[in-house]
T-cell receptor, first 112, second 113 residues
Framework: GESVGLHLPTLSVQEGDNSIINCAYS??????FIWYKQESGKGPQFIID?????DKRQGQRVTVLLNKTVKHLSLQIAATQPGDSAVYFC???????????FGQGTELSVKP | KAGVTQTPRYLIKTRGQQVTLSCSPI?????VSWYQQTPGQGLQFLFE???????NKGNFPGRFSGRQFSNSRSEMNVSTLELGDSALYLC????????????FGNGTRLTVT
């Protein structure tokens, strides 16, 4: 199957700080990108998406940045809260409907 | 609006048996995709169904199969279970157009002994 990596990187931040989670995607032709949050015992939850004709998109407390030149995606979370603790996945696709290629995930730990 | 519902939540099976997992998509969603999640391989795409037809397929053996019904509900089947099939199986639904986000259920945890 298609997947990236075996080890889960971890990011530890203090409550109230801003968090930045990075992702390197694999296919230069990918034109749609999504960030998901997965809490223990639950399925991935949609956070925010971005199309390749955009460089930046903002949601509530979250911002996604896309750098197509270096195939890099980042998720910024403002004023991180304990409830933000979870594993975050980036996903990419190119005209493949429900077929997403997921990154390895980053575990975010928020210290109170 | 109700989310994606997967049943059962947990399953324990023996090697060689077969298993059927069920998924009810969000109302109005016509595409259903299945993913396997393991600690070692992460999230891997199994297949996608749209309007009762398989639209995309991942790199899994033929023991993994699926189908979609006219009401968009989907099932996946795994035959001749192997220990390595132990995983969280996730179902996701979307409206069906390209570049629309997938919404996931909470998965079925399959343990093969």
């Amino acid at each position: 199957g298609e997947s990236v990596g075996l080890h889960l990187p971890t990011l530890s931040v203090q409550e109230g700080d801003n968090s930045i989670i990075n992702c390197a995607y694999s296919n230069s032709a990918s034109d749609y990108f999504i960030w998901y949050k997965q809490e223990s015992g639950k399925g991935p939850q949609f956070i925010i998406d971005i199309r390749s004709n955009m460089d930046k998109r903002q949601g509530q407390r979250v911002t996604v940045l896309l750098n197509k030149t270096v195939k890099h995606l980042s998720l910024q979370i403002a004023a991180t809260q304990p409830g933000d603790s979870a594993v975050y996945f980036c996903a990419e696709t190119y005209n493949q409907g429900g077929k997403l290629i997921f990154g390895q995930g980053t575990e975010l730990s928020v210290k109170p | 609006k109700a989310g994606v519902t997967q049943t059962p939540r947990y399953l324990i099976k023996t090697r060689g048996q077969q298993v059927t997992l069920s998924c009810s998509p969000i109302s109005g969603h016509r595409s259903v995709s299945w993913y396997q999640q393991t600690p070692g391989q992460g999230l891997q795409f199994l297949f996608e169904y749209f309007s009762e037809t398989q639209r995309n397929k991942g790199n899994f053996p033929g023991r993994f199969s699926g189908r979609q019904f006219s009401n968009s509900r989907s099932e996946m089947n795994v035959s001749t279970l192997e220990l390595g099939d132990s995983a969280l199986y996730l179902c996701a639904s979307t409206l069906g157009s390209y570049n629309s986000p997938l919404h996931f259920g909470n998965g079925t945890r399959l343990t093969v002994t």
